[in-house]
């Protein structure tokens, strides 16, 4: 019987490491949806204009590790089994997101953070002490991460030129997924977070944000 227990545990942690792997190691996530920019020419865009476009697309791939991260770490802690199948079905979009944002990447001859792993851990820890509150606070951390995260996509768009129209289209579809995943988490039970907790989630953000634009 113990036997049997520790060789569950021991396949979910080469799962979990698997998966880490895959999600911080560039190239090796594969879109189940075509990308949205894949018809749209390639405008002449500036290297100013390349290196700002740069930047925030790191930052959006970022913010996909983490979210992988933090629907695995819920995953792993969710009580209920109709929960995780939805943290399942988020997070196999945002294999979508990061592959289409790291795609886009070496399109403009740049590649993801170097931090990724460091924020993958730091999301993972966040996403399982989550789960363990309970699942309507899980889902409620969901509905606040999908919140912010289609906030911050929504400013990126605003600064990515018309003429690149490859990025806007990337972006533009993933603000519709994260709207979709914050809306599925609500309508599930979610619980809206406390101020405090949502002001820090907004912090650490910042500092990822500034952080990754760069490296």
């Known amino acids: 019987m113990n036997e049997r227990i520790n060789h569950s545990l021991i396949d979910k942690f080469l799962m979990q490491c698997d998966q880490a792997l895959r999600t911080c190691v560039p190239g090796t996530n594969q879109a ?26 790191r930052i959006n791939h970022t913010g996909e590790v983490c979210a992988q991260a933090l629907y695995a770490g819920q995953a792993m802690t969710a009580k209920l089994e109709a929960t995780k199948e939805s943290m399942k079905h988020a997070a196999e979009e945002e294999v979508d997101h990061l592959a289409w944002c790291d795609e886009r990447l070496a399109q403009l001859n740049s590649k993801p953070s170097v931090l990724n792993p460091f924020y993958y851990g730091l999301s993972f820890a966040m996403g399982a002490t989550a789960g ?36 806007r289209a990337i972006l533009q579809q993933m603000i519709v997924d994260e709207e979709g995943h914050g809306e599925a988490a609500n309508a599930a039970g979610g619980k809206k977070l406390p101020e405090p907790i949502q002001e820090t989630m907004s912090m650490m953000a910042k500092v990822m944000k500034k952080t990754t634009y760069h490296v």
């Open 132 to 167: 363990l509150a309970g699942d309507r606070w899980s889902l409620g951390f969901i509905a606040e991460t999908e919140r912010q995260v289609a906030e911050h996509l929504q400013n990126h768009l605003q600064e990515i030129p018309e003429r690149d129209k490859k990025t």
């Open 32 to 57: 189940s949806r075509k990308t949205p920019a894949e018809a749209l020419k390639e405008e002449d865009l500036s290297y100013s204009d390349k290196k700002h476009i740069a930047g925030l697309m």
